[in-house]
């Protein structure tokens, strides 16, 4: 009989993928993919390292799990992803009923891997080597990736997909994690993209993601010749059947003006542009070593205004970072009020293991302080956020439907003919409108009535006459 695996992922969209190509193997071996844990003869846990919080849900999920595997110690129990790499023999200590634990550069020993566990060999673990365990070459490769692999039906649509053009990280910003996760940075080579590219858009997807740490620092050198972030945007906005490209996450010192022009140039190239700023502070910047400064940042911005006056811009902050002060704190909330933001994923400093920060500098800024801090910055973001969402009030905007909208879905009567649909204009701002399901897949105009800090409400101008097969 085949075995039947259940997947449960957290993390960033790194892990979204990874879990798909993992997916995708496990169903070339044989394997069945279900929905809950209890149906499953094998669950895995793709996890994330990057906030403590992120650990803790795993560990307790773990926890959760613990007596079932004692009623079926057959269940195979894996834990991979960033928190496997980072923590590897700890995660056997701590749940010694885990059967494999798998860093994110060695997913594609997975099959492998659980063979042995059932063939009686105990308790498997392959990991990438760490920053200083060899010659950086070495420890590279030590990363992998098999991207080529893909399954339609672990996406949330199967009109949008992730590509990923990056792998690793060089940056080592002192309070993160992903450095030593991920590994060293490596561009995959472009030929490779654009063929994946290929095979997404024969599947029948419109909207395609590229994902990278600092996906505009991607690079990629062949003997004298070197392909950049705008070369590989030219070379995939040639694939027929893709509509839509977007790229996240993007660095700041990166931004070039030749990126900007080659995003205003390409139709098909989105023009959100998330860039973290982390701060509004020069002092914490240098404290976290992002390698710029607020007048940089600023100078990024009015590039970006004067390339791209239609651009939705994005951040990250981190709050409560080591000696942040009052006043820096003022500096991110000023930031936010100058640069309007579409969003910002806003959080509080967690302290990791193996990061700068946790060697040299002392996280003492209050548990308290921090949750305040967050509140106020996530406050005025969302009022600024509203704002320029107004600006759209009465406007007609381009959707690509992706289903029914949170609500519906909970909600709507399976026999509505008229239900909730969401999807996202071309500047990745979420809309909802009424609809039907059939709508799915297409680009359509929609006409923008309403407006809160996160959604436009909206109805639909005209239908879309290439929908595509599904
Ligand atoms: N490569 C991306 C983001 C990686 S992690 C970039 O450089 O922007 C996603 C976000 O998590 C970061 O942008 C940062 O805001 C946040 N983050 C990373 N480490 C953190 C930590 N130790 N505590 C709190 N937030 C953190
Ligand atoms: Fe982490 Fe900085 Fe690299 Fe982003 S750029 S992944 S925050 S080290
Ligand atoms: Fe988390 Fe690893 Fe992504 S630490 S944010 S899953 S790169």
């Known amino acids: 009989m085949s075995q039947r695996v259940y997947i449960k992922t957290v993390g960033c969209q790194m892990n979204v993928l990874d879990s798909e190509m993992v997916i995708a193997d496990l169903k070339r071996h044989g394997y069945t993919l279900v929905e809950t844990p209890e149906e499953a003869d094998c669950i895995l846990y793709n996890t994330c390292s990057v906030r403590e919080h992120a650990e803790e849900k795993i560990y307790s999920a773990l926890g959760t799990i613990r007596p079932s595997k004692q009623k079926q ?16 023999d700890i995660i056997f200590k701590r749940a010694p009923y885990v059967d494999m634990v798998v860093g994110p550069g060695q997913l594609h020993t997975i099959p492998d891997l659980l063979d042995n566990v059932r063939n009686g060999e105990g308790r498997q673990m392959a990991v990438s080597l760490g920053r200083k365990d060899d010659k950086q070459a070495i420890v590279a490769r030590s990363h992998e990736t098999f991207d080529p692999l893909r399954d339609p039906s672990m996406r949330p649509t199967p009109f949008q997909a992730y590509l990923r053009i990056q792998i690793g990280c060089d940056k080592f910003c002192t309070y993160c994690v992903v450095p030593n996760t991920r590994g060293p940075e490596q561009g995959r080579p472009p030929q490779q993209i654009v063929s994946e590219a290929r095979i997404l858009a ?34 995939l906005h040639e694939v027929d059947g893709i509509d839509r490209i977007k790229f996240v996450t993007n660095y700041p010192k990166d931004m070039t003006e030749r990126l900007l022009i080659t995003v205003r140039d390409l139709p098909k190239v989105s023009p959100y542009l998330h860039v973290p700023a982390q701060s509004g502070s020069d002092a914490v910047l240098k404290r976290m070593k992002r390698g710029y400064t607020i007048a940089d940042y600023m100078e990024m911005f009015e590039r970006i205004e004067r390339i791209l006056p239609e651009a ?47 060697e040299i500098l002392e996280d003492d800024v209050p548990r308290e ?34 289903g029914l909208s949170k609500k519906a879905a909970e909600t709507a009567d399976p026999e509505a003919q008229v239900v909730q649909m969401t999807g996202r204009t071309q500047c990745d701002r979420i809309v909802v409108f009424d609809g039907n399901r059939r709508q799915a897949g297409q680009l359509l105009e929609v006409h923008v009535d309403d407006v809160s800090a996160h959604t436009l409400i909206g109805r639909v101008k005209t239908v879309d006459v290439v929908s595509i097969s599904l």
């Not at 997807?205 to 070197?226: A, H, M, P, W």
């Open 73 to 88: 110690p057959d269940k195979i129990i894996g834990v991979m992803g960033c928190m496997a790499q980072k923590d590897q």
């Open 202 to 235: 024969e599947q029948g997807c419109r909207e395609i993601t590229l994902l990278g740490q600092t996906v505009n620092s991607y690079k990629f050198r062949d003997n004298g010749d070197v392909t950049d972030m705008s070369s590989l945007l030219e070379m």
């Open 312 to 358: 939705a811009v994005s951040s990250d902050f981190i709050v409560g970072f080591c000696g942040e002060t009052d006043e820096d704190f003022e500096k991110s909330m000023a930031l936010v009020e100058r640069c309007r933001f579409k969003n910002s994923f806003i959080f509080q400093y967690s302290v990791r293991p193996g990061t700068k920060a946790s």
């Open 369 to 402: 302080v921090k949750a305040d801090r967050n509140h106020r910055l996530l406050e005025v973001q969302n009022r600024v956020a509203k704002e320029e969402n107004a600006k759209l009030l009465g406007q007609d905007v381009q959707v690509l439907v992706e």
